[in-house]
């Protein structure tokens, strides 16, 4: 992007974000995920301080975006819930970020 346009020659436009992602909640749970390989429900929980139903709800609407793979299994009779980006939510994220950046960056001084 030069001066502050987009390869079409547009300035950047809040318009074009994903409001999927943008969602504060979302955005949270993605900005975790992305910088690990995986993690636990509990562990995004705790990181988060989103309730338990708060996350699941959020984590189902990411999920059906495909932006977010739900992997459950049991560590002997509890369950447990592995949490990871796709590759598909690794690109919106990152295109989440870089519009972002360019629209804040377009802002002037």
Do not use: C
């Not at 709800?57 to 949490?83: I, N, R």
């Amino acid at each position: 992007m030069a001066n502050g346009r987009d390869d079409s020659g547009q300035r950047p436009s809040l318009a074009d974000i994903d409001r999927l992602i943008h969602e504060p909640a979302r955005f949270l749970v993605m900005a975790h995920l992305y910088v690990v390989e995986a993690a636990d429900f509990l562990f995004l929980q705790r990181q988060t301080n989103l309730t338990w139903g708060n996350l699941s709800s959020h984590m189902s609407k990411l999920e059906d975006a495909g932006y977010v793979h739900v992997e459950k299994s049991f560590k002997g009779k509890k369950p447990h819930t592995m949490l990871r980006l796709t590759e598909e939510g690794r690109k919106a994220f990152r295109d989440y970020r870089d519009r972002m950046q360019e629209t804040l960056s377009a802002l002037p001084e």
